[in-house]
Nanobody, 127 residues
Framework: HVQLVESGGGSVQAGGSLRLSCAAS????????MAWFRRAPGKEREGVAL????????SYAGSVKGRFTISRDNANYTLYLQMNSLKPEGTAMYYC?????????????????????WGQGTQVTVS
């Protein structure tokens, strides 16, 4: 049974930074497409960033490109999201998601239907 546990959320002023973590209870960290999503109040869940744990390739939503960085620690089975220059519109619940695959993660990584494992979320509030 795979569990994903996010941490690192909190309250920050606009322009500030936070680093989110997602610890995965797995035996291997290879061949996984892992992503961060967020859901703001009253809005649909939005794909923020993706990383392939195999080759480290990444993708970002246009709204966060240049400000957010997704990374992973394969030795400790942990996913990260470094968020800089945070804006008030970044206020949301942030979730990590994963799916195991031997194929490239693909261009539709931002669709929540692509993932079958989800964490419980961590709240980020930007004021």
């Amino acid at each position: 049974h795979v569990q994903l546990v996010e941490s690192g959320g909190g309250s920050v002023q606009a322009g500030g930074s936070l680093r989110l973590s997602c610890a995965a209870s797995v035996n291997t960290f290879s061949s996984i497409c892992m992503a961060w999503f967020r859901r703001a109040p009253g809005k649909e869940r939005e794909g923020v960033a993706l990383i392939s744990t195999g080759d480290g390739s990444t993708s970002y939503a246009g709204s966060v490109k240049g400000r957010f960085t997704i990374s992973r620690d394969n030795a400790n089975y942990t996913l990260y999201l470094q968020m800089n220059s945070l804006k008030p519109e970044g206020t949301a619940m942030y979730y990590c998601a994963a799916r195991w695959t031997n194929l490239p993660c693909g261009d539709r990584w931002y669709l929540s239907s692509q993932y079958n494992y989800w964490g419980q979320g961590t709240q980020v509030t930007v004021s």
